[in-house]
Structures are given as structure tokens and as C-alpha cells.
T-cell receptor
Framework: RKEVEQDPGPFNVPEGATVAFNCTYSNSASQSFFWYRQDCRKEPKLLMSVYSSGNEDGRFTAQLNRASQYISLLIRDSKLSDSATYLCVVNSGDYKLSFGAGTTVTVRA | GAVVSQHPSWVICKSGTSVKIECRSLDFQATTMFWYRQFPKQSLMLMATSNEGSKATYEQGVEKDKFLINHASLTLSTLTVTSAHPEDSSFYIC????????????????FGPGTRLTVL
């Protein structure tokens, strides 16, 4: 079983729509959680950390459910520039990051 | 701040040659650097972790004699793909974490822009 699993999508949504997706992780001892964004042929860039209480950063909301071992990302009022692959990333406590394969989001005009 | 650079950004080489990729932290001291490989439509896979001045720790299945890692200073790590073959063609990305004051946490990895290797 992969350590981090994501729905690959793609999620095709119109501008202004809300899109949400999850990822699951297998290591219950995981301590830190992140969402990264990766554009085609580019390096991943940190979008936001995910905290136990849930957190927002502008139009982005992240939630963590430790009991069910999943993390979610919700994007409100989608922009064309939100089109990217979103990587779910988990740190299991030894500074090593485990990456999901990514969820592709395409926002259309 | 917290910028990581990689050089070269892309390289094409013949089968059997060796390729060296540099990873530099430009404005902070990188106590740990990580090397990843990403094949198309797949996740980043950690190859090895290197700490300055010590030998790299390789992940299971990664040949240390084929992927030579040197982390000689707190700002530079190199990955050398020896005797590259077409199956080594991939996107190689480094990342680094460390401390500069309190705003760069050890939990956050900052990624270089990646090196796209094509072996003919």
C-alpha cells in the first residue's frame, strides 16, 4: 500500500466553482501534513501546512482528520491560475516527506 | 528568502556518460538536503538524504554506487548519475531544510527548480 494516496483526477471545473479533494495516509504516526502545488515541469511549491484544527489561507481551506487518516483541500472561487497538480505530503517525523502522486485540477474559463 | 537553486536545469547525454547535478541553498545554511526523482505522472520518490559532512543515507532500492551524493558544505550538495542509461531519464529535484533565524523551520523543505535528465 502506498504511504500517501490521492485521487489523480482530473477535476475540471469552471471559474468561480468550488473544488475539493482528499488524500489518505497510511502511517498513523505521521506528524506533519502539507499541500504542495506543482505546475507542469516545475518543482513543487508549498501551498499550505495542514493543522489539526483545520486552517484557511485565502480561498484555500485544509482539514486534517487523524482518526480516519485523511487530509482535504478545498478551493473556493476557483481561478484559472489554480490549474495545477496538488500534492498531498506527509512527514512521518524523521524529516522525510512522503508525496502523493497528485490531484490534477483544471479550471476553465 | 529560502531559495534553492539547481544546475543544470536540463541535460541530454549519451548512454554510459556520467552527469553531475548541483543543488545550492542561496540564503540559508542547509543542514540536510534531499534528492528526489519524479517520473511522468508519478509522485516524487525520495532517493537519499544527505547531511553536511557525512555520508548520504539512501532509500531502499537506490544504488549508492550509481547515484553518488556529496554534501561537502552547508550550501552545496551534488548528485552524480554514473554511467547513465535511458531508464535513468527523469526529473531530479533537490530540497533543503535548515535554520536561518526562526523563520525557516526544519519541518519545511524548500525545493530547487529541478533538473530534467534525458539519456539517449
Amino acid at each position: 500500500r502506498k504511504e500517501v494516496e490521492q485521487d489523480p483526477g482530473p477535476f475540471n471545473v469552471p471559474e468561480g466553482a468550488t473544488v475539493a479533494f482528499n488524500c489518505t495516509y497510511s502511517n498513523s504516526a505521521s506528524q506533519s501534513f502539507f499541500w504542495y502545488r506543482q505546475d507542469c515541469r516545475k518543482e513543487p511549491k508549498l501551498l499550505m501546512s495542514v493543522y489539526s484544527s483545520g486552517n484557511e489561507d485565502g480561498r484555500f481551506t485544509a482539514q486534517l482528520n487523524r482518526a480516519s487518516q485523511y487530509i482535504s483541500l478545498l478551493i473556493r472561487d476557483s481561478k484559472l491560475s489554480d490549474s495545477a497538480t496538488y500534492l498531498c505530503v506527509v512527514n512521518s517525523g524523521d524529516y522525510k516527506l512522503s508525496f502523493g502522486a497528485g490531484t490534477t485540477v483544471t479550471v476553465r474559463a | 528568502g529560502a531559495v534553492v537553486s539547481q544546475h543544470p536545469s536540463w541535460v541530454i547525454c549519451k548512454s554510459g556518460t556520467s552527469v553531475k547535478i548541483e543543488c545550492r541553498s542561496l540564503d540559508f545554511q542547509a543542514t540536510t538536503m534531499f534528492w528526489y526523482r519524479q517520473f511522468p505522472k508519478q509522485s516524487l520518490m525520495l532517493m537519499a538524504t544527505s547531511n553536511e559532512g557525512s555520508k548520504a543515507t539512501y532509500e531502499q532500492g537506490v544504488e549508492k554506487d550509481k547515484f553518488l551524493i556529496n554534501h561537502a558544505s552547508l550550501t552545496l550538495s551534488t548528485l552524480t548519475v554514473t554511467s547513465a542509461h535511458p531508464e535513468d531519464s527523469s526529473f531530479y529535484i533537490c530540497s533543503a531544510n535548515g535554520r536561518l533565524g526562526v523563520w525557516v523551520s526544519t519541518d519545511t523543505q524548500y525545493f530547487g527548480p529541478g533538473t530534467r535528465l534525458t539519456v539517449l
